[in-house]
């Protein structure tokens, strides 16, 4: 009886030695890989002109998202530093999608999710901003500027939800005045969305005071949030990517990032579609990737998309969409002004008969 019992008792002495052994060697090692965000960066402090940008590391500027494959994660990390965190700090621009199953089995898709943080006011596009260099080889953004537009807007949202891809929009504000419900379509199916000034003025015209170069941007930004009901992305484009040297430093104080090209597809002037399916994958086969400028205001870029987004599929093009870390916060007095401007109706929910009545006859 006394062995049956030391031998129970040596059979549990064992079981806790062995747990304790495997406790100790693995659980420190569990302990590092639990977490799965990392703290949001501190915001780098503007300097007080806001003209210098502060001298930034390229993965303080661009973060990873999602990584919609495992293909394409791999590619990321060799570009830029990877992180599956999701800093929960700011509200994020682009609200979250619901995640509804692409029908297109065959579809482009999108490879992979960008983040920018846009502090300072970053710029994109080699054509005039070399210093983020964030897109793998074979990766493309898709860009289009001057919408909202009837027929032309939605034909371009078809063309991108067949292929289940995103793009970023850069809406005139007046348009977006035009025809809100169409800009709400871009955003409803999860497009980015900035803004492209108010009535497409050149900010880099002498005519154009500091003071009006401002108003282009912030009533530009606040027709988006007019139209949307929400925010707009801080993400912005110069119409006819005239840079002028005010409204930039100007960007920068407000944290907007600034969006110039690698590729432009000339569609403005293409005499119809095949010219910009032909344009846009000859500049792409030389450069192997790059944020590709087009209009969703134009006709012949509607018809081409279906053809293009096919191409790039053929060629083993990856569709990289950009987002903001934040939404930016429009000022109150152009959301205001704007309002008033448009002549909009005073909210009253009290009826006809109440307001006006017939007193003599
Ligand atoms: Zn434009």
């Not at 960066?41 to 998202?65: C, N």
């Not at 027929?151 to 078809?158: E, S």
């Not at 169409?182 to 969305?193: D, E, P, S």
């Not at 790039?312 to 903001?324: D, I, N, T």
Request: charged letters at 20%.
């Amino acid at each position: 009886m006394r062995n049956a019992l030391g031998v129970i008792l040596a059979g549990v002495v064992s079981v806790v030695v062995i747990t304790a052994v495997w406790f100790w060697t693995y659980s420190p090692r569990l302990a590092l890989a639990a977490p799965d965000t990392v703290s949001a960066r501190q915001a780098a402090r503007l300097s007080a002109t806001g003209s210098a940008k502060p001298a930034r590391a390229l993965a303080d500027e661009i973060e990873v998202t999602a990584a919609i494959s495992a293909k394409s994660s791999a590619t990321t990390a060799s570009t830029i530093a990877a992180s599956t965190a999701v800093p929960s700090a700011p509200v994020p621009a682009t609200p979250v999608q619901p995640k509804t199953a692409c029908a297109n089995p065959d579809a482009l898709g999108v490879s992979r999710v960008v983040e920018i943080d846009t502090t300072g006011g970053p710029g994109f596009g080699f054509e005039h901003f070399k210093q983020f260099d964030f897109l793998a080889d074979k990766e493309v953004v898709l860009t289009f500027d001057d919408g909202p537009w009837p027929v032309n807007t939605p034909a371009v949202l078809k063309a991108l939800a067949d292929e289940c891809t995103k793009a970023v929009f850069f809406p005139i504000g007046k348009h977006a005045t035009y025809h809100p419900a169409i800009l709400r379509q871009v955003a409803a199916a999860g497009h980015t969305v900035g803004a492209h000034t108010w009535s497409h003025a050149n900010l880099n015209s002498k005519k154009i005071s500091e003071q009006q170069a401002k108003d282009e941007v912030e009533k530009g930004f606040s027709a988006v949030k007019l139209a949307l009901g929400a925010a707009p992305s801080p993400f912005f484009r110069f119409p006819e990517l005239q840079h002028g040297p005010a409204a930039m430093a100007y960007l920068g104080t407000r944290n907007v990032a600034i969006f110039s090209c690698d590729l432009d597809s000339f569609d403005f002037r293409a005499k119809d579609a095949a010219q910009i399916v032909n344009t846009v994958m000859t500049k792409l086969d030389k450069s192997g990737k790059g944020i590709i400028l087009m209009h969703d205001f134009q006709k012949h870029t509607a018809e081409a998309l279906p053809t293009l987004l096919g191409r790039l599929k053929a060629g083993g093009y990856k569709v990289v969409q950009m987002r903001a870390k934040a939404a930016l916060q429009t000022l109150a007095e152009y959301d205001e002004g704007l309002v008033k401007d448009m002549k909009l109706p005073t909210a009253s929910t009290r009826p006809l008969g109440n307001v006006v009545q017939t007193v003599s006859q």
